[in-house]
């Protein structure tokens, strides 16, 4: 596994604990179909959420939140919809963001129902 892959899995891994503290469920984690991969599914109060996880260990480039552009969240959104199909979900859902700066203490924002 390259370095830039074991970056991502530990952006992942806060997440997913930070989301578990939180209340979520987490239902599957980089799931992928021909479309491309959603990191984290989760469900909270009934709803699905899809979760994309944004890891940045500076901000040379931007703030992870800013890497999810819309091209991004329209891939999302398509993701969301082809997990609910094959899952034969028909609630609610949404979209959201988990932007992690790591650092000394690593920062953790919540961006809920993005669009």
Not at 55 to 60: G, I, P
Request: hydrophobic residues 40%; aromatic residues 10%.
């Amino acid at each position: 596994m390259d370095a830039r892959r074991k970056f991502g899995n530990a952006g992942e891994d806060l997440a997913a604990r930070y989301l578990a503290d939180s209340g979520f469920r987490i239902i599957a984690r980089q799931w992928k179909n021909q479309i491309g991969e959603i990191d984290l599914v989760a469900e909270f109060g009934g709803e699905l959420i899809f979760i994309e996880v944004k890891s940045r260990s500076s901000d040379k480039y931007g703030t992870p939140e800013e890497a999810v552009h819309a091209g991004k969240l329209a891939k999302l959104q398509m993701l969301a919809e082809s997990y609910c199909q094959v899952s034969n979900w028909n609630g609610r859902y949404r979209i959201d963001v988990i932007a992690i700066e790591f650092g000394l203490r690593p920062k953790i924002r919540h961006l809920k129902a993005v669009s």
